[in-house]
């Protein structure tokens, strides 16, 4: 009628080959667990103090099943699991993902992203019946992976830069996936906040970012012109050279499953920022302003910005009659002697003074001819 099973084992393996990829072993396995049967004829299952260490975590256990009478085949089998664990290696993450249950693509998604860091506490949660699992198709239950992690690496898409000593907090629940991120590095820049989302884990939902980054603006030209945005943005920030810091806010979407767009928006802030074309030999200096962009392209309005000992205004955008071209367009008073300085042998030594001046220049995406 009822019983106690004391464990204290060592090298336990336990395997689940409908759920899990491979055995779980378990270094040191130690507590209670009782049962018995009511009155009325269910029988229950509970331990509320159950030690396990693997070599990637440690955790503490407690669970209570319930198992209806026989004659009540109606009621399902219902069990209440909390699990917290502690110290864990995240890059073993996907030795414990119940692949069983799971898209293949979003497994991959998973093993490949996850690289590194530590596991420093956390909880996964269990609560309904189990004929109600998946809880997200049934609205029965609550499932639930919560964890803290430090320096975690996240490889979230080929080609793009990793984050790196990221400090986040990850959550699954039910069929989503969540990680909100308070520090970190994106190339040399510093992660302010960011967060990370897939809505639908069953159906390979995308994988969305949105995020916020501090740092110098050759990161930014580096991810403009090093991931797989260089198709469309490689020839407008070619010769480019970025000195001091701007600020990336940045919300972008990837495809898991199946063949879809990207999503993309950000704004790039310019804070006194410096570019250099070097293959114009000019500078623009002290930028102040903001530069928007998507996949279609860049635009900006009134971004100040000074060069030949002047200050000048730009406007970016596409113009309606040339959708393959950024056009960049610029005005200013330039002084008499910085223009002579600049153009030597053209006479402009003649000239006092200053004059206001107007640059237009259209860039070719990389689906235009040379020639646009």
Request: glycine content about 10%.
């Amino acid at each position: 009628d009822s019983g106690i099973l004391d464990l204290d084992g060592n090298k336990t393996e336990l395997r689940f080959p409908s759920l899990l990829r491979d055995p779980l072993v378990l270094e040191k396995i130690n507590g209670a667990l009782s049962w018995g049967i009511r009155k009325d004829g269910t029988w229950h299952i509970d331990t509320t103090d159950m030690v396990a260490l693997t070599k990637d975590i440690n955790t503490r256990t407690r669970l209570t099943m319930e198992f209806p009478a026989p004659n009540q085949t109606d009621i399902p089998v219902f069990m209440d699991l909390q699990t917290d664990f502690s110290d864990g290696a995240a890059g073993s993450t996907s030795r414990y993902l119940p692949v069983g249950i799971m898209p293949n693509k979003v497994v991959d998604w998973l093993d490949k992203s996850i690289i590194g860091g530590k596991i420093i506490s956390g909880s996964c949660i269990f609560r309904g019946p189990l004929k109600g699992f998946p809880f997200h198709k049934t609205q029965k239950g609550r499932f639930e992976v919560f964890f803290h992690t430090e320096d975690l690496a996240l490889d979230y898409w080929p080609g793009w830069p990793r984050l790196e000593s990221v400090n986040a907090t990850v959550r699954f629940l039910n069929n989503s996936f969540d990680t909100w991120m308070e520090q970190g590095k994106l190339l040399d820049s510093r992660l302010r906040h960011a967060h990370g989302h897939i809505e639908r884990l069953s159906e390979g939902s995308p994988f969305e970012l949105t995020g916020v980054a501090d740092g110098p603006l050759k990161d930014e030209l580096r991810i403009l012109s090093e991931s797989p945005l260089a198709a469309r943005f490689g020839p407008l920030v070619k010769g480019m050279r970025g000195v001091g810091d701007a600020r990336l806010a940045m919300e972008f979407a990837v495809p898991i499953k199946t063949p879809a767009p990207h999503r993309l928006n950000g704004t790039l802030t310019f804070q006194d920022s410096e570019l250099h074309l070097d293959d114009w030999g000019l500078a623009l200096t002290g930028i102040r302003g903001d530069l928007l962009f998507d996949l279609k392209g860049v635009k900006g309005k009134g971004i100040r910005a000074n060069t030949l000992d002047g200050e000048i205004r730009l406007d970016i955008g596409t113009p309606e009659k040339r959708p393959n071209t950024t056009r960049v367009s610029a005005a200013g008073e330039i002084p008499s002697e910085a223009l002579a300085k600049k153009f030597p042998g053209m006479g402009l030594h003649y000239l006092k003074g200053s004059a206001r001046w107007d640059f237009l220049m259209d860039i070719p995406k990389t689906s235009a001819s040379q020639d646009t």
